[in-house]
């Protein structure tokens, strides 16, 4: 099994590249989606979360109010490191078990928005990092998501600058280009992890030298 930590900040592209990774063979653990997961109603950490915060974070139905709490904690650091420090561990214990079911020989990529900001890529075999510039990440998140540009800096500033994720990088994709050239450049990646799966250990271990 080769393990891989895959970031990139909001608008590079990220989840993009995770499915053209899923397309070639892939086992994708997605962090955001098993967050979300962790916090639904019913679940401790959504009380853990309402604890914290209080109840004007849930939505009418009794579900966590997503976008009540992101204005809320991406304004405030102490804020958003008190939510990371509900949602992470419960993340972590999720994807360990998905991770262990997987096969002996799959490439297991672990789509991880905050790998870079808690320190996390000593945990994969390898890191990639999907890099676009802050024009493009800018242009992604007001036209295409309907973020005002306000709202756009501001979770881009709660992030790690784009050096910050690349010095952790052993793979950079750069995602400045059109769709075509993506899954082209996807696509050698690919084939570099399939190599260093079915490599032995120092194949894998070659790649955080």
């Not at 992470?88 to 999720?94: E, I, K, M, N, Q």
């Not at 899954?183 to 050698?188: A, G, H, I, M, P």
Request: hydrophobic share 45%; with cysteine.
């Amino acid at each position: 099994m080769l393990t891989v930590g895959l970031t990139g900040g909001i608008g590079a592209g990220k989840s993009e590249v995770s499915r053209l990774l899923v397309e070639c063979g892939a086992v994708l653990i997605d962090a955001d989606r098993i967050a979300r997961e962790v916090v639904e109603p019913g679940t401790p950490g959504l009380a853990a979360v309402v604890d914290a915060f209080g109840e004007e974070v849930l939505a009418e139905d009794g579900s966590l109010d997503r976008p009540g709490l992101g204005a809320i904690v991406f304004a405030d650091a102490d804020k958003l490191a008190l939510l990371n420090s509900i949602v992470h561990p419960l993340v972590g214990a999720r994807s360990r078990e998905l991770e262990e079911a997987a096969a002996e020989d799959a490439v297991v990529v672990h789509d991880v928005p905050l790998l870079t900001e808690n320190g996390l890529a000593s945990l994969y075999d390898l890191v990639i990092v999907v890099d676009a510039s802050t024009e493009t990440q800018l242009e992604r998140l007001v036209g295409r998501r309907g973020m005002s540009e306000e709202d756009a800096r501001a979770r881009m500033a709660a992030q790690a600058t784009r050096a910050q994720r690349r010095e952790i990088a052993d793979i950079v994709i750069d995602n400045d280009v059109p769709l075509d050239e993506l899954t082209r450049r996807v696509k050698d990646v690919w084939a570099e992890l399939v190599r260093r799966a079915r490599g032995g250990p120092a194949d894998r271990r070659s790649a955080r030298e």
